[in-house]
């Protein structure tokens, strides 16, 4: 038998099954997820924010959150340059040249609240080896738990948006990250930062509905006198106010990026100066998903690759086993031509 | 398994207590206090861990890179019972041992990592199951490879102890343990790779794409060659044994031929995306890129010929450039090409570096006492393996 020819059937075979197992077409593809019918979110209007911080505050309160000192050797305030375990909700500033005139791109400065995004297919749950990180099916919140989690930090490592963040300092750190106050909605109540926002420049409600404000907003001529809701969008809990429009930026963050997410963000200034890089549209975890459904959907492939592989090792085995007895003897003839 | 009838393994004996072991011992003590201090005080408290960089190096290199350095055993055992090389079969037990010992501890180097380690049980308990996760599936390969590799191995023992029986019964049904040894590596190889892509833009063009399961995979492989090469030439000079060329110069060239294909797939995939110009900016993701891929091309050069890949000494730098790639194209992907915005950097801490060395100590101090106590490499005065192949080849 002529071995080479014999080896290379052999690899061919071995490489087309490595490379199904690897590289499928595909035949499993999906696409970015569906928005929940009744999800919940925010509208962050950057224009609207003053700076006050009174929904970081509001946030450590109804999250029962510790302090957070950026410096331990002036442990005085409060102030985490950005979200971390202990600090689900910041504001931060942005500012350009002489940053006197609000809302403005030159010599400008302007406000953006950093928080969970709760994306409609959020890369942190389809990263989750344990199902600590879910999505809501019925309010679209992304919430996490403890209990489940196995601190792997794989959800800290996927979020396009940095948000979700772990507890180095602790033996028993837990993952920490804005859950939409779903604990506050049992009890009729809804998230802390837009409750306490004296502005409206946070404002909570149905995606569907804050969608539609955010597209009415964008409408407005610059300097028109508006209507500016607060608190609850839907139930109109706090009295709105009026004043006049601003110049937006024509883009509602957070209607496209990565599939869309549940926090949506309007701004005078463009996004990525706020910190907002551009994102695709198509879902990062629809990517991973259809790779893996592909090659793992109904394990068909790796137990076909595995019939395959089991069929060959066995006849080689045994293969081994009659050639080999009487191939001992022969021993010096195999040597001579490899040396 | 038909070791019987090769050359038969056996102990190389001699004192467990050399300088070697020694340090050995040194680093996987200093290795134990730190972690003892991580598991008190939490991760923090050694590691330079931060939320822009949630893995370091106790995942790359213990995990990532050991699992793969992990991979001679799978790629010996691809070509002695899937391709029917018969005549690597005196390799197929020390590298086994090595991708033994290798997989173990990355399996339990992950625990190290885990921020809620108590909770490990959570991936393999359906109740917790996320079949979507890239990880989860990761997690369940590497768990039951290590079980089919010690089933796989288990003769050794056997043979130690007496059991012929046992031993018999197992041989019977060993094909498909076999199997599962290559196809469960295939998934959880090609699966680290797949770990990056959730990570979308976050990783640089030069490391991110859909093909990362392939690239991984194939880069395994041909590090599972590197690593028997590197291997055998270590125990050759370190217990003053012969190098067995004649197995390991056929042997380079399948490494090649391997790393052709892997560069090939690379290459291609840069260019079918258009990503190849960004590794000609002026930055570090750059030249780490070229880095990596001067290791790879590497091997090409040193071990060009045949009378090249005779030579011990080639063969040994081959390997471990090829390896040096492997190496440098898992810490490129996971951490020099990956970018979760400004504010966040990342280097090991000495502490961090120093449990990583444990974990390779470790591993050397394991293949030490086996080899030493149990038998695993070919008896040093016993005729050469003959094998069908290799005895076609000689009456061709
Ligand atoms: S913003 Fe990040 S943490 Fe929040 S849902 Fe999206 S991926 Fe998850
Ligand atoms: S750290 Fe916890 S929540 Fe995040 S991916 Fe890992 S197990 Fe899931
Ligand atoms: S919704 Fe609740 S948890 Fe989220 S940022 Fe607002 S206050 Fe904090």
């Known amino acids: 038998m002529n071995g080479r020819r014999e080896f290379l059937r052999r690899a061919l075979a071995g490489g087309a099954a490595v490379a199904g197992t690897t590289a499928c077409p595909s035949a499993h593809a999906r696409g970015n997820a569906e928005i929940p019918p009744e999800a919940i979110g925010l509208l962050f209007d950057s224009t609207l924010c003053i700076g006050c911080k009174a929904c970081v505050a509001a946030c450590k309160a109804a999250n029962d959150l510790p302090l957070d000192y950026n410096s331990p050797v002036d442990a005085l305030w409060d102030m985490p340059l950005d979200t971390t375990a202990r600090t689900y909700n910041v504001i931060k500033a942005w500012q350009s040249g002489t940053g006197t005139q609000r809302n ?8 953006m609240k950093s928080s969970c995004l709760h994306c409609i297919d959020p890369s942190c749950v389809s990263a989750c080896p344990v199902s600590a990180m879910t999505k809501d099916p019925a309010t679209g919140i992304v919430q996490y738990d403890a209990d489940a989690c196995i601190g792997c930090r794989y959800c800290v490592a996927a979020c396009p948006f940095g948000i979700p963040k772990y507890d180095y300092d602790s033996p028993t750190g837990k993952i920490g990250k804005c859950e939409l106050c779903r604990h506050l909605l049992p009890e009729g109540k809804y998230a802390a930062c837009a409750e306490v926002c004296p502005t409206g420049a946070t404002l909570f409600g149905k995606v569907s509905a804050l969608k539609a404000e955010a597209h009415r907003r964008l409408a407005l001529q610059e300097g028109a006198p508006t209507i500016w809701p607060r608190g609850n969008l839907d139930t109109a809990d706090q ?8 110049r937006y930026v024509q883009h509602v963050y957070g209607e496209k990026e990565v599939g869309g997410t549940q926090m949506l963000k309007l701004a005078a200034v463009p996004f990525e100066q706020l910190g907002h890089k551009p994102l695709p549209e198509r879902s990062f975890s629809s990517q991973s998903e259809t790779l893996q459904h592909t090659l793992y959907g109904g394990l068909v492939l790796p137990l076909a690759v595995l019939g395959v592989m089991s069929w060959v090792a066995r006849r080689n085995v045994k293969h081994d086993d009659e050639t080999d007895a009487r191939g ?11 040396d | 398994m038909t070791e019987h009838i090769h050359v038969a393994p056996a102990p190389v004996g001699g004192r467990l207590l050399t300088p070697v072991t020694f340090t ?18 939490g991760l923090g408290a050694v590691t330079h861990l931060n939320d822009g960089y949630p893995w370091g190096i106790w995942v790359v290199a213990d995990v990532v890179i050991g699992s793969a350095f992990a991979c001679g055993g799978f790629s010996i055992a691809m070509l002695v019972y899937i391709f029917n090389k018969g005549e ?9 041992l090595a991708s033994l010992f290798g997989y173990t501890l990355a399996g339990v180097g992950v625990i190290f990592d885990l921020g809620r380690w108590w909770n490990f049980w959570h991936i393999l308990s359906p109740a917790y199951a996320s079949p979507n996760s890239v990880m989860f599936e990761v997690a ?6 290590i079980v089919v590799m010690w089933i796989e191995f288990s003769p050794t023992f056997m043979e130690k102890w007496g059991m012929r029986d046992a031993r018999r019964k197992l041989n019977k049904v060993m094909f498909f343990f076999i199997a599962l040894g290559t196809v469960l590596p295939m998934m959880h190889q090609s699966s680290l790779g797949s770990l990056l892509i959730v990570f979308g833009t976050q990783i640089h063009p030069l490391w991110q794409t859909m093909l990362l399961p392939l690239i991984f995979l194939l880069s395994a492989i041909t590090i599972g060659y590197a690593v028997v090469l590197f291997e055998s030439c270590l125990a050759a000079a370190g217990y003053r044994r012969s190098i067995e060329m004649h197995l390991l110069t056929p042997l380079a060239k399948i490494m090649l031929g391997v790393l052709a294909v892997f560069m090939i797939v690379r290459f291609g995939d840069l260019l079918w995306r258009g990503a190849l ?19 790879f091309l590497s091997p090409f050069v040193l071990l060009r010929s045949e009378v090249q890949r005779r030579n011990p000494a080639r063969l040994f730098i081959g390997g471990a450039l090829l390896m040096l790639g492997g190496v440098l194209l898992r810490i490129n992907a996971f951490l020099v090409g990956y970018d979760t915005g400004t504010g966040w950097s990342y280097f090991p801490s000495v502490p961090e570096l120093l449990v990583t060395f444990g974990m390779f100590a470790i591993e050397v101090l394991g293949y030490i006492v086996i080899t030493r106590r149990f038998p695993v490499l070919p008896r040093e005065d016993a005729p050469p393996t003959a094998t069908p192949a290799a005895l076609r080849a000689a009456t061709r």
């Open chain 1, 104 to 111: 403005q791109q030159i010599d400008g400065y302007a406000f």
């Open chain 1, 239 to 246: 009295p709105a106010w009026e004043g006049p429009a601003p």
């Open chain 1, 328 to 338: 001992a003897q022969d021993a010096h003839a195999g040597e001579k031509r490899h």
């Open chain 2, 24 to 41: 050995c011992g040194v680093l996987i003590l200093a290795a134990l206090a730190i972690l003892a201090v991580r598991f008190v005080l």
């Open chain 2, 88 to 96: 690597y079969h005196p390799l197929v037990r020390p590298a086994l």
């Open chain 2, 140 to 145: 369940l390969c590497i768990s039951l490879y």
């Open chain 2, 277 to 295: 110009g960004h590794a000609f900016a002026a930055n570090l993701q750059a030249f780490m890129f070229w880095l990596e891929t001067a290791c």
